[in-house]
């Protein structure tokens, strides 16, 4: 079974610094790993993608993630946030397979303090 | 157009109401989904179909049934909804190899 631990519900960042957050899966086969992003009244929205290609995953808006097998982390950061940032994250997995499921983390509220 | 359209937007509906949400989708996806959200608990996977003769249920279905009239459409009802349903439902579509998601803009149900 797949499961995903998001440490941290809220996390508060100053506008251009680094955004860090955070994700811990476990999967008993090789994870496909997902991070999502929820705007205020909005649906959740695909940022970036792990399908067992490159390790490091690039996304829309700046964000990039790192899949880390012997950690088994994949973290998303930003090296400078922006206002328009402030969001809630959903870091999610699957395995990817005939009756894949995904499992999503309890999510992160991202602020962006001006 | 969206590609995963809900309706109704909001609903508030009184305990003991039967109320049915609406799903469809202009990806061709096979795969259709229902899921809540709740504060603090994330998204939790109501049901699931793979395709038109597929019906699975999820972690939460106690309370839940669905339909799957056409490969684009996938209703989700509550056949007598009480205040603990109150919640944020999504609607979301994947391909087969199950490479993400696309998510509906959700129905915002309030039982009171």
């Known amino acids: 079974a797949q499961s995903v631990t998001q440490l941290g519900s809220h996390v508060s960042v100053s506008e251009g610094a680094l955004v860090l957050l955070r994700c811990n899966y476990s999967s008993s086969v090789p994870p496909y790993l997902f991070w999502y992003v929820q705007y205020p009244n909005q649906g959740l929205q695909l940022l970036l993608k792990?399908?067992?290609?490159?390790?490091l995953v690039k996304g829309i808006n700046g964000f990039e993630a790192e899949f880390k097998k012997s950690e088994t982390s994949f973290h998303l950061t930003k090296p400078s946030a922006h206002m328009s940032d402030a969001a809630e994250y959903f870091c999610?997995?699957?395995?990817?397979?005939?009756?894949?499921?995904?499992?999503f983390g309890t999510g992160t509220s991202l602020t962006v303090i001006p | 157009d969206a590609d995963v359209t809900q309706t109704p937007r909001n609903r508030i509906t009184k305990t003991g109401k039967r109320i049915m949400l609406e799903c469809s989708q202009t990806k061709g996806h096979d795969r259709m989904y229902w899921y809540r959200q709740d504060p603090g608990l994330g998204l939790r996977l109501i049901y699931y179909?793979?395709?038109?003769?597929?019906?699975n249920k999820g972690e939460i279905s106690d309370g839940y049934s669905v339909s799957r009239q056409a490969q684009a459409k996938f209703s989700l009802s509550l056949e007598s909804a009480i205040p603990n349903q109150t919640a944020l439902y999504f609607c979301a579509t994947s391909d087969f190899e199950g490479y993400g998601y696309t998510f509906g803009s959700g129905t915002r149900l309030t039982v009171v």
């Open positions: 999610a997995v699957s395995d990817g397979g005939l009756g894949n499921q995904f499992y």
């Open positions: 792990y399908t067992s290609a490159a390790t």
């Open positions: 179909s793979f395709d038109v003769k597929d019906i």
